[in-house]
């Protein structure tokens, strides 16, 4: 242990400190083979304080020397001769793989130290793709080998160094997948409920989580061991004293050091330099394994590794490249930086490992540009990814009634496609699948493909192994797609990416990409006759009317609405069909503005035999702009709707609100679902054939539009109980997204946003 001085008037004082791990304590030794606890205090006279495991490994990392250092604390007067034995299992009913024992006398009304090695021939590596866990069983003895105390914990070899500018895990480059996970774990310590966040974060490509020391517990850690999470302890000591920083530390880095999840530590800090170096000295003493990330204005210099706060790809590469990135850091206003920084401490980053840490919530316009900064990570061995956003923000969800689902948020989508492990992508016409290697690592990989229809697999493809470097893309057909005969049936089909080395997710069927395809001409099955008889219109003042086989459409010639939809003379409206369209400082849609505030410029009618164009310009004085809306009306009854223009101006804050006479309660759409989408709810949607009825549809909000948003619909239809309807179908490749709800007095409201085209038909009872 290295010795800390400190000055106290003129005298200096010499100061070891100490940690202190938390262990599980047994009363027999079958009693750590159930994993039965022992419920009685530790014998508070004689007892072993703490245990401090190291390892040295081969050349090949075949064979390791465990390295234990101990502290027996004996409070009695008298000397106690005793006995330490150490023993390493793979399994508790298996017999030991190595062992080794030592005498001592512990000295009264002290602690004493120990120490010895324990040579292993054989080892299994830990890492977050293999979390390989040993089992260790310490017993304590006196000189009649009467057991004084039996303590076990779970251990992991792996090894975490730095290597001039670059991380290592295992002599292997580490990648970090992480995001900020700072919730307060202590309420919930219970191996179940952090396992059902760490699945979640597991199955989006997540491998590391920063942690704020004040919020974590033991049971958490020993979660991340098995799980494979790389955890970094942030122990947050901003506006505090030297004294109860390094009083926090210590406790801190002894409770953890022993877990192989644990691969730094991280200190926020407003010290000043001296002190940062003071307190940087404890934490090397207490464990000289881990390197030590330093956030501060006055300690980014002195941190192990490069902390990057800002998601700017040009500056990400220029510090990958080692070049002066001063003018990025004053443009960004890093308060690390300033003008008369020397060029000493502008360039110090450069034999550093660099990750990028966001200890903030991260915003869409930033997510947007996520994926291009973690792919230009790829390219610069010192970067090692990093730490984005929030946990609560992305993942957790509390309902109104104070209950939790662990739901996917929109924003964690964003979040994995930038985690990847590989990118897939998938040409439903041609059967042509390619696969991009997006690790630092190359890797042995194993493709295989299942084919699901309704949730039943109905073909299974397995590819040969082949060998990817970072960045290259392996690429094939998928011959079972070929063989489907079906055109009429919506397939499920999941790719797999399994390493040849048994990654441990990937035994237990971790899915890395899993989307829908329709064969082609996949739709609805609604007859629409084709008509030879031509549209009449009729115009006056104030209207014009579109009549056709069995529809008449009415237009206002002042506001371009859609004024009234006639079928077999039956009025299919109950209000005017109005565009929506918001400013982007508007918080409310445009459905209640009034009328005066839109004007049509110019219109023009068009007549095509049993097809009649309509154009109107309309101003709207709130966005100040032009909208201009197209209309086709055939004779058979469709209605084509157009938004043309420049779609910068309102493509994003664009809908349609449609109100319809009738209950039409039921509804099947092809999209996302079964359960809306909002940023404000859960969002764990796949695109399939969905339907449900209206009537039968509880809200927790009252039946409020803007809250059940169903995303990416190519057709929705919506019937009542006489089988008459309407159906909308996108003519837009994304599709829109709908909210529909049967309202009170016997009407249907329909809320079309985010489209540019979409076409009306109508559904007659059979």
């Given amino acids: 242990m290295a010795l800390i001085k400190k000055k106290t008037g003129d005298k200096d004082m010499d100061k070891e400190y100490e940690g202190r791990c938390k262990m599980k304590v047994y009363d027999t030794i079958s009693d750590w083979k159930q994993h039965i606890q022992s419920d009685r205090p530790i014998n508070p006279m ?8 190291r390892c040295d490994f081969s050349q090949d990392y075949i064979r390791s020397i465990m390295k234990v250092n101990f502290r027996i604390c004996n409070l009695l007067d008298e000397m106690i001769p005793v006995k330490i034995k150490l023993f390493l299992h793979e399994d508790v009913d298996q017999e030991p793989i190595g062992a080794m024992d030592t ?27 293999e979390p390989y866990l040993y089992e260790v069983l310490v017993i304590m003895t006196d000189h009649f080998d009467k057991i004084l105390q039996i303590v076990g914990f779970q251990y992991g070899f792996r090894e975490i160094k ?24 202590k309420k919930a310590s219970h191996p179940e409920t952090y396992n059902k966040d760490l699945m979640l974060l597991k199955q989006y490509n997540m491998n590391a989580l920063i942690v704020d020391s004040d919020n974590v517990d033991d049971v958490f850690y020993e979660c991340c061991n098995q799980l494979g999470f790389y955890v970094v302890t942030e122990i947050n000591s901003i506006n505090k004293n ?4 390094i009083t926090k530390v210590v406790s801190v880095i002894g409770n953890a050091r ?27 003493s207490l464990d000289d394994r881990r390197s030590c990330m330093i956030q501060g204005d006055e300690a980014f210099y002195i941190s192990d590794v490069f902390v990057m706060e800002m998601l700017h790809e040009k500056t990400i590469e220029r510090i990958g490249k080692g070049l002066d990135i001063r003018g990025d850091m004053l443009l960004l206003k890093d308060r690390r930086f300033s003008k008369g920084m020397d060029e000493y401490t502008a360039m110090a980053y450069k034999k550093k ?13 930033e997510l947007i540009n996520l994926r291009p900064v973690m792919e230009s990570m790829h390219v610069h061995t010192r970067w090692h990814g990093g730490f984005i956003g929030g946990f609560m923000n992305y993942f957790s969800h509390q309902n109104h009634s104070g209950g939790k689902n662990f739901e996917v948020r929109p924003l964690a989508y964003e979040i994995k496609k930038a985690f990847e492990a590989y990118h897939i992508s998938f040409d439903s016409q041609t059967a042509f699948y390619s696969i991009k290697n997006l690790n630092l690592l190359a890797e042995d990989i194993e493709v295989r493909v299942t084919i699901q229809e309704d949730g039943t697999p109905i073909k299974i493809e397995g590819f040969d192994p082949v060998s990817i470097k970072p960045g290259e893309v392996t690429s094939g057909v998928i011959k079972s797609w070929l063989q489907l005969n079906n055109e009429g049936i919506l397939y499920h089909i999941i790719f797999e990416v399994l390493l040849t080395k048994d990654m441990w997710w990937a035994k237990k069927g971790h899915i890395l990409a899993s989307e829908q395809f329709e064969k082609e001409g996949y739709h609805p099955i609604i007859f629409i006759p084709k008509s030879n008889i031509d549209c009449t219109i009729n115009e006056s003042s104030q209207i014009i009317e579109v009549v056709g086989e069995k529809t008449r459409y009415e237009f206002d010639k002042k506001t371009g609405h859609i004024t009234q939809i006639k079928v077999d003379n039956k009025e299919i409206l109950k209000q005017p069909i109005r565009p929506i369209l918001r400013s982007l400082s508007d918080t409310e849609s445009d459905a209640t503005e009034d009328d005066s505030q839109r004007q049509v410029k110019a219109y023009k009618i068009e007549k095509k035999g049993s097809q009649v164009d309509l154009h109107f310009e309309i101003s709207v ?50 999209g996302k679902g079964p359960h809306p989408a909002c940023f404000e709810g859960m969002t764990s949607t796949q695109m399939g054939l969905y339907q449900m009825d209206l009537l039968e549809r509880s809200y927790e909000d009252n039946g409020h539009l803007k809250c059940h948003t169903y995303q990416d619909i190519r057709w929705m239809t919506l019937m009542g109980t006489d089988g008459e309807g309407v159906m909308v179908e996108s003519m837009d490749k994304n599709g829109f997204d709908a909210d529909f709800t049967a309202q009170d007095k016997g009407t249907t409201a329909l809320l079309i946003n985010h489209t540019c085209n979409y076409r009306f038909l109508f559904m007659e009872a059979l």
Wanted: proline share 3%.
């Fill in 621 to 670: 004085k709130t966005v100040k702009t032009l909208l201009q809306i197209k209309y086709e009306i055939f004779s058979t009854g469709e209605l084509n709707i157009y938004y043309e223009g420049n779609p910068n101006d309102y493509s994003d804050r664009l809908g349609s609100m449609i109100t319809l006479r009738g209950e039409k309660n039921q509804v099947n759409w092809f």
């Fill in 103 to 129: 005498r001592m006398v512990a000295q009264g009304r002290t602690t004493t130290k120990g120490y010895f090695e324990v040579p292993i021939s054989t080892i299994k590596l830990w890492s977050d793709q």
């Fill in 46 to 53: 004689t007892h072993i304080e703490d245990l401090y495991l």
């Fill in 258 to 284: 022993n877990h192989p999840c644990s691969i730094m530590w991280s200190l926020k800090t407003t010290l000043n330099k001296n002190e940062n170096l003071a307190v940087k000295k404890v934490i090397m």
């Fill in 353 to 365: 490992p660099a990750v990028l840490c966001t200890n903030r919530q991260t915003d869409n316009e």
């Fill in 162 to 185: 730095t290597s001039g500018a670059q991380m290592l895990m295992n002599n292997k480059p580490l990648l970090l997948k992480g995001i900020n996970y700072h919730k307060d774990l």
């Fill in 242 to 245: 030297i004294e109860d920083i």
